[in-house]
């Protein structure tokens, strides 16, 4: 390890990049650094955002694995049989998981109604309101908050069980990954409160219930090295199959793409055809497996506005240090 390099990137994440709270890189399968930042330590557990999206798309994989859904090509409506589709209302009716699952469907909304959003009891039963519309199946339309819950709702009623206890029970648990509770919100105080803590171990979830599908997951970094790690190894965990390699493979290859960015989709992860694929999320969480390195670049950051990329932070300064 090249010492000169390394105080130069602590040196940075002190000066330019204040709102890190933890940083894990493991090479080969090994932990080569851990360090916590701004009074943090590794019991500090920090929301992750949209990182939340790309747990949520090993979640989805394991529930086809194991049969409770099908595959991806099934109607979303498939899944909430007692929803009432609304008059005139007929592209709902041919959207999918899969165009979930690379941000290839449509929304009614030109705007996100965020207030209306974080203020119903219902999240589920808001987003399906929303999907469908005028705009066309199978063009890219990032939505980061305001879409993915429907996923959400999918998994809870094809497995009968919350997110969370599924994904206890077949992919926290077995990592050694502890997240303790559901948490709902009783006031934007209280939501505005959980967006600065480092002390919460949960997972955010609406009045019915059912967790969130693009954020309110908290991880410490040593977590989400985890899960890169499952990923990089083909979904092997301790010579258990925790998700297919099949998942995984198609999971973290082109399915999409957002032309204005240039960036590659998968389902819920970012592509990188040549190094890899991440997950990514607001304030600089990521989740970064280098597959030819054979690298996990893991940070945890409390939200700031208009972070520096992190990714090419990442490849310039911090890669380097590790590959011998």
């Known amino acids: 390890m090249n010492q000169e390099k390394l105080k130069k990137m602590e040196q940075q994440i ?13 090479k080969d399968g090994e932990i080569r650094y851990e360090n916590y930042f701004h009074t943090c330590s590794s019991m500090s557990r920090i929301h992750i955002y949209s990182v939340t999206k790309s747990i949520l798309s090993i979640l989805i994989g ?3 694995d194991q049969g409770y859904i099908k595959n991806v090509d099934q109607n979303v409506l498939d899944f909430f049989p007692d929803y ?46 929303l999907l469908g ?34 994904a206890r029970k077949h992919l926290f648990t077995p990592l050694g990954i ?9 006031s934007k105080e209280e939501q505005l409160a959980f967006n600065k803590a480092t002390n919460i171990s949960g997972w955010v979830a609406d009045a019915t219930g059912v967790n969130t599908g693009g954020w309110g997951l908290t991880l410490s970094p040593l977590d989400m090295a ?6 990089l190894d083909g979904g092997m965990w301790k010579e258990k199959q925790i ?18 960015q240039n960036l590659s989709y998968g389902y819920l992860w970012w592509v990188e055809k040549e190094n890899g694929f991440l997950a990514m999320g607001d304030g600089g969480n990521v989740i970064y497996v280098n597959t030819k390195k054979k690298q996990v670049v893991s940070i945890a950051s409390l939200f700031v506005p208009k972070v520096k ?13 590790f590959e011998d």
């Not at 592209?91 to 974080?118: D, E, G, N, R, S």
């Not at 890219?140 to 819950?149: A, E, K």
């Open 226 to 231: 985890k899960i890169g790690q499952l990923y």
């Open 62 to 64: 394991i529930a086809i």
């Open 243 to 260: 998700v297919s390699k099949k998942w995984i493979e198609e999971s973290t290859k082109e399915h999409s793409r957002w032309e204005k």
């Open 309 to 321: 990329d992190r990714i090419e932070w990442i490849k310039q300064y911090v890669e380097p240090i």
């Open 133 to 166: 519309g005028k705009g066309k199946v199978g063009d890219f339309r990032y939505t980061p908050l305001i879409g993915p819950d429907i996923l959400s709702g999918i998994l809870t009623n094809a497995t009968n069980q919350s997110v969370l206890e599924f």
């Open 84 to 129: 009432t589709v609304k008059k005139r209302e007929k592209t709902i009716q041919c959207i999918t998981l899969k165009h979930l699952l690379t941000m290839t469907a449509p929304y009614k909304y030109k705007f996100a109604p965020y207030i209306k959003y974080f203020t119903s009891n219902d999240f589920v039963t808001f987003t399906l309101d």
């Open 178 to 186: 502890t997240v303790e509770k559901s948490i709902t919100f009783q």
């Open 14 to 26: 002190q000066e330019e990049h204040k709102n890190i709270t933890g940083m894990v890189v493991l």
